[in-house]
């Protein structure tokens, strides 16, 4: 039971570039998230999807697009990078069915902008 | 809106000391309350959670909280810090639902310096 993996750990990219950011769980998890971190400004919510097949935006959407490819997968794309974006990217998922639930979070992409 | 707000950016305390995290929320209705911690160039850990009930939460490595709604507050608390507990460490609020809760506004983080 691997948890939430995902990759890459680290990327750097130019101005314009795209990339897409890779989000798996293997825990059964009905609702996944994308969270930014920055200094200073704790975890910001990029866009989850509470359910397979659905998607919604969170506070700083602008810049990203999500795909929630099964269950198991939630993926971030960037179309065109910009510095503003060089940040912690963290996925996350919970279940939920009921009051007790916890959010579980991957480890991490660290990326770059030039 | 929901907000979250932690008032100390950095804390710095010695090895044995007792330590107090401080955390307020803005929420018009019960909320979801929990708090995180995340060591260097790792993800975030659950400490505890509050949902309901019993207003102080046990958590782990030692930690409580005591969720105080007339003061809007959910402050983390340890009576004897080791090395080890130095990271950051993060306030969250979720407004629930029947089903549970679907989002988290996070705090701007407390950084916690622990001296030998």
């Known amino acids: 039971n691997a948890g939430v993996t995902q990759t890459p750990k680290f990327q750097v990219l130019k101005t314009g570039q795209s990339m897409t950011l890779q989000c798996a769980q293997d825990?059964?998890?009905?609702?996944m998230y994308w969270y930014r971190q920055d200094p200073g400004m704790g975890l910001r919510l990029i866009y989850y999807?509470?359910?397979?097949?659905?998607?919604d935006k969170g506070e700083v959407p602008n810049g990203y697009n999500v795909s929630r490819l099964n269950k198991r997968e939630f993926s971030l794309r960037l179309e065109s990078a910009a510095p503003s974006q060089t940040s912690v990217y963290f996925c996350?998922?919970?279940?939920?069915?009921?009051?007790?639930?916890?959010?579980?979070f991957g480890p991490g992409t660290r990326l770059t902008v030039l | 809106a929901q907000s979250v707000t932690q008032p100390d950016i950095h804390i710095t305390v010695s090895e044995g000391a007792s330590l107090e995290l401080r955390c307020n929320y803005s929420?018009?209705?019960?909320?979801?309350l929990f708090w995180y911690v995340q060591s260097p160039g790792q993800g975030l850990q659950l400490l505890l959670k509050?949902?309901?009930?019993?207003?102080l939460v046990q958590g782990i490595k030692g930690f409580e909280a005591e969720f105080k709604r007339s003061q809007s507050s959910f402050n983390l608390r340890k009576p004897s810090v080791h090395w080890s507990d130095a990271a950051e460490y993060f306030c969250?609020?979720?407004?629930?639902?029947?089903?549970?809760?679907?989002?988290?506004?996070f705090g701007a983080g407390t950084r916690l310096a622990v001296h030998p």
């Open positions: 929420y018009g209705a019960t909320p979801y």
């Open positions: 509050y949902f309901s009930g019993d207003t």
């Open positions: 969250a609020v979720a407004q629930g639902f029947s089903g549970g809760y679907n989002k988290l506004i």
């Open positions: 999807s509470a359910s397979e097949g659905t998607t």
């Open positions: 996350a998922s919970i279940l939920p069915t009921g009051h007790t639930d916890t959010q579980y």
């Open positions: 825990m059964n998890h009905n609702s």
